[in-house]
């Protein structure tokens, strides 16, 4: 005899509290702490529990009583079912400071830093169509709010659903990246069903369409990628003479063939069809005497800020923090494709750039050479084991280190590395403050961390960048 699930309790009347981890927001019930998504602090609510803990629950709110002053109307056609940007009915205001809060509560809390020289969070000027980047998915299986409705037998191009690999939201308006973008979505989607181009089914594996990637840059390049999933991309060859004739915005169209059981493209061979083969990027230099624009290559498997304005600020901040001379010797440690490294290679005698990931490198050097550059040298492989004592005496021991790792964070040969090189100041650029505080405090052997500078480079969803200016003591 199976065990009778119970029934969790609904809670009525609850003022929501703050914003919490993961976009969710938080409200507490005699002394539980309760995660509750699309809401926002000030907000009453009655809340629906979904899944209790010990020491905390989960819930959906199913009546708005009163309105937070921190609400507003969210832009998105589809927010509450797409997951990407949970916070857009906060205010953008509301948004910065909670950002500012996360950083400030990781610091303090999981690194022991003084917060006291923490710079206000440079907000993105832009709130809504700012990314260059975004992946839709096809799917045979697409997501329906009502469980009772029947499915669309089309399938659906969109997002996926959070938390259920097989389900697809169909994306109407993304309010995320400037137009053309959605036109090109809906053109490539009306062409699929009109010509019974079959969509990709993740469970069994089955279908031609799988994904497409829309680039573009700030010069108004756009590059298309379409990935299919069978060996003859043929028949979506005239899809793509139709996208080039509808959009001339359009200066690079790629397919990918995908027949592995995941979407990672970046073991593949990317096949040009028409235009070129990268898109081009252009970025203000950072130079005390001078100003002057930066060019980037990207490929499509280029990494590049997908907030091209704000990275510039972000850079920026770098720039003002490392506080750099004529004959420093600068690390710029996970590079990627050498942005920061550039942007900052006129101000110093020399840089070195050391990536994991080899066609990143590649790129580097490509875009080096695009700007005339010669005083950087770029090196491919494991951080930790590119970075030793040999390699610092081959190539010089750094003034000033810039540190961009991902989320995950140095490793701690890699900090202990940092400490035994002791360069007068590391700038530690960070995507995920948890990580950071935990290197930061690791690195307070020997450095103090001095100024903080939060930057938003993804407006309405919890993320938050930090950089943290760390000076050797003595």
Known sequence: MSRRKKELPLYEQVEIADAGAEGMAVARVDGLVVFVPFVVPGDIVDIQLYKKKKNYAEGRAVKLHRP???????A???FGTCGGCKWQTMSYEAQLAAKQRQVRDA??????VDCSQMQPICGSEQIYYYRNKLEFTFSTRAWR???????????????HVPQLFDKVIPIEHCVLQADPSNAIRLAIRDYAQEHALPYYDIRNHTGLLRNVIVRNSSIGHWMVIVVVAQEDPSPVLPMLDMLHERFPQITSLQYIINTKLNDSYGDL????????????ERMRAWHPDEQEDLRFIINPKSFYQTNSAQ?????????????????DTLYDLYTGTGTIALFLARQVSRVIGIEYVEEAIAD?????????????????GDMARVLTEEFIAAHGRPDVVVTDPPRAGMHESVVRQLLAAAPRKIVYVS?????QARDLRLLAERYDVRRIQPVDMFPHTQHVENIAELVLRG
């Open 145 to 159: 709010d009502d469980p009772a409705a029947e499915p669309d037998p089309r399938g659906a191009l969109g997002f």
């Open 269 to 280: 061979e990317v096949y040009t069809y028409l235009g070129d083969d990268h898109i081009e």
């Open 311 to 327: 990275a510039q600020r972000l850079y920026s901040h770098v720039a003002d923090l490392a506080d750099l001379r004529p004959t």
């Open 76 to 78: 998105c056609p589809h």
């Open 431 to 435: 995507c995920n403050p948890a990580t």
């Open 364 to 380: 580097a050097r490509v875009n080096t050479k695009r700007n005339g550059l010669e005083n950087t040298e770029f090196f491919a």
């Open 107 to 112: 610091l303090e809390r999981l690194g022991g």
């Open 68 to 74: 937070s002053p921190l609400r507003v109307d969210a």
